[in-house]
C-alpha cells in the first residue's frame, strides 16, 4: 500500500527543537522528492523545504532558512524535519508530502509549542 | 518568490451549480506547473490537477482546470454536497525549485 506514516503529536516550549519523521512505503523511495508543509490553525498551507530522496540534496524556503533541516535515511525510507528555535507561532500541523506535484499526503503530525 | 492570490475568498453556491476559482499568479509560472488541491475539515490536502489541466488519478470528471501563464482557474460543473470545502492553488517547479501556495478559497453552501 503506497502510503507515507508520520510520527505522532509533540508537545514543546519555546526555544526546543522538534524533529518530525515520515516513513514511506510501497514505492521506490529513491525515485522522488519529499517535502514538508505545515499549517497553522485555520491557516493557509505553507511549504517548508524539500529533499531528493534518491541524493540528499534539500531546498528550503527563505521564511525558514537555518532553522529546519530535513534529512532522509535511505535504508528506512523514511524523512525527517527537524525545526529549532521554536516559538508559539509554530504550533502547526506539519505534513511530509510526495512528489513534484504533491500527489500523496501523510495524515500529518501536530506540533504545539507551549510554556 | 512567486505570489499566489486566489480569488473569491469565500464562493456561496447551492448544490448542482457551477463554481469557477481564480488563482492568479505575481509572475508566469514555469511551464504552466500550477496544482488545485481539496482539503477537508481535519485531512490532509488532496491533489486534483497537475500542470494546470491535467486530473490526478480517480478525481471525477467535474473537475477540471484551465489557464496558462499568470491566470489560472478551477472549475467544478456541478456541485456536489462534498464539495462544499476548501480549495488551494499551489505552484511548483520553478527555477529556484521553490514552492507556494495561494491563500485558499472556502466554498460554503448558499
Known amino acids: 500500500q503506497v502510503q507515507l506514516v508520520q510520527s505522532g503529536a509533540e508537545v514543546k516550549k519555546p526555544g526546543a527543537s522538534v524533529k518530525v519523521s515520515c516513513k514511506a512505503s510501497g514505492y521506490t523511495f529513491t525515485s522522488y522528492a519529499m517535502h514538508w508543509v505545515r499549517q497553522a490553525p485555520g491557516q493557509r498551507l505553507e511549504w517548508m523545504g524539500w529533499i531528493n530522496a534518491g541524493k540528499g540534496s534539500t531546498k528550503y524556503s527563505q521564511n525558514f532558512q537555518g532553522r529546519v533541516t530535513i534529512t532522509r535515511d535511505t535504508s528506512a525510507s523514511t524523512i525527517y524535519m527537524e525545526l529549532s528555535s521554536l516559538r508559539s507561532e509554530d504550533t502547526s500541523m506539519y505534513y511530509c508530502v510526495r512528489g513534484w506535484f504533491f500527489d500523496l499526503w501523510g495524515r500529518g503530525t501536530l506540533v504545539t509549542v507551549s510554556s | 518568490e512567486i505570489v499566489l492570490t486566489q480569488s473569491p475568498g469565500t464562493l456561496s453556491l447551492s448544490p448542482g451549480e457551477r463554481a469557477t476559482l481564480s488563482c492568479r499568479a505575481s509572475q508566469s509560472v514555469t511551464s504552466n506547473y500550477l496544482a488545485w488541491y481539496q482539503q477537508k475539515p481535519g485531512q490532509a490536502p488532496r491533489l486534483l490537477i497537475y500542470d494546470a489541466s491535467s486530473r490526478a488519478p480517480g478525481i471525477p470528471d467535474r473537475f477540471s482546470g484551465s489557464g496558462s501563464g499568470t491566470d489560472f482557474t478551477l472549475t467544478i460543473s456541478r456541485l456536489e454536497p462534498e464539495d462544499f470545502v476548501v480549495y488551494y492553488c499551489?505552484?511548483?517547479?520553478?527555477?529556484?525549485?521553490?514552492?507556494?501556495f495561494g491563500q485558499g478559497t472556502k466554498l460554503e453552501i448558499k
Open positions: 499551489q505552484q511548483y517547479g520553478n527555477a529556484l525549485a521553490m514552492y507556494t
